[in-house]
C-alpha cells in the first residue's frame, strides 16, 4: 500500500512541475513568433516577429504588409461604440487582398488563451476570444498545447478578404508566454511531498 502512496506522491510531484503561465505579455515580449500572410495573388510570406520600443512589436513584410501591437496583448472592447483599445494593427499596402493571417507562437514560447474565463483553472488567467474591428474576420485554433491554449491562430474572412489591398483593420486576442519556471509555493509544496515520500519509502524497504 505504502509503495502506491509513493508512486501517487511522485505523479503528483510531476505534475506541479509543469509549465506555469505569465500574463499581461507585450508587443515587445512576443519576439520570435512566426506571422505568415497570404494574398489573393496567391503570394504568401513568413516573418518573425521583433521588439520595436518598450512595450510595442511587430511583423513588417516586404510585399509590403505588417502587423503591430503596443500594449497589453489581452486589450480592451468597448461594445457599445465598437472600439478597440490596446489592440493588434494589420497594415496592408499589397496590390492584392490578405486572404488569411497566421500566427505561430508557440515557436516563441506563447500561447493564445482562447476562453475569458480561467474556466480550466490552468493558471492561465482569464483569456480573450478573438474580437475583430472586421465583422467577417474569425479565427481558427491549432497546436493545441492545454485545454484552452493554442500556439497558432489563423484569421480567415467568410468574405475571402481579412484585410483589403490597401486597408488597415484590428483585432484583439490574449497571448500568454509558457514559463518553466514553478511558482514558489508549488515549489515548497513539492520539497514536502518528496521528503514524505522518501520516509515512506525507508519504512516500506524494512
Known sequence: MKKFIFAGLLALFASQANAGFIQGVTGEDMAGMEVTATFADGSSETVTWAALTTGAGAATGLLPWAVMLDGDSFGQYDSSTNTLF???????????DMVSLSFNALVAGFVFDTEFFDASA?????????VSSNANVFAVYSNNYMDEL???????STSQVVVAAGS????????????????????????????????LARKSSK
Do not use: K, Y
Open 168 to 199: 488597415v483593420e484590428s483585432f484583439l486576442t490574449d497571448t500568454d508566454q509558457v514559463s518553466e519556471e514553478v511558482p514558489a509555493p508549488a515549489g515548497f509544496a513539492m520539497i514536502a511531498l518528496a521528503l514524505m515520500g522518501m520516509r
Open 86 to 96: 490596446g489592440e493588434f494593427v494589420i497594415s496592408n499596402f499589397f496590390d492584392f
Open 122 to 130: 490552468n493558471g492561465s488567467g482569464d483569456g480573450r476570444e478573438l
Open 150 to 156: 493554442f500556439g497558432t491562430m489563423t484569421l480567415l
